[in-house]
């Protein structure tokens, strides 16, 4: 059975940093391109950052040079270290695992950015 745990959600201020991660079960971690997304009430659910197998990373503009998504495929784990946060970040995020046409979700974690 596939399992995608995330955690380290919460409420921070603006300026404020969170790290989530996600602890993947039952997939060949190390195949599997990993990515993080995020959806806010009311808008459709979009990619933050991505990580290839290989290691390779990408970024949706708005979130260039303040997150960074890593992986540690000994722990199974990916990771998503968030500077700078601001109130319009505020969504729950989503972990995914994709191998070709194989596509695991976690069940999110909301991350709240307020003052």
């Known amino acids: 059975q596939v399992q995608l745990v995330e955690s380290g959600g919460g409420l921070v201020q603006p300026g404020g940093s969170l790290r989530l991660s996600c602890t993947a079960s039952?997939?060949?971690?190390?195949?599997?391109?990993m990515g993080w997304y995020r959806q806010a009430p009311g808008t459709q659910r979009e990619v933050v950052a991505t990580?290839?197998?290989?290691?390779?990373?990408d970024y949706v503009d708005s979130v260039k040079g303040r997150f960074t998504i890593s992986r540690d495929n000994a722990k199974n784990t990916v990771y998503l270290q968030m500077n700078s946060l601001k109130p319009e970040d505020t969504a729950a995020y989503y972990c995914?695992?994709?191998?070709?046409?194989?596509?695991?979700w976690g069940q999110g974690t909301q991350v709240t950015v307020s003052s």
């Open positions: 039952g997939i060949t971690f190390s195949r599997y391109a």
């Open positions: 995914n695992a994709k191998y070709i046409t194989l596509r695991y």
């Open positions: 990580v290839t197998s290989a290691g390779g990373t």
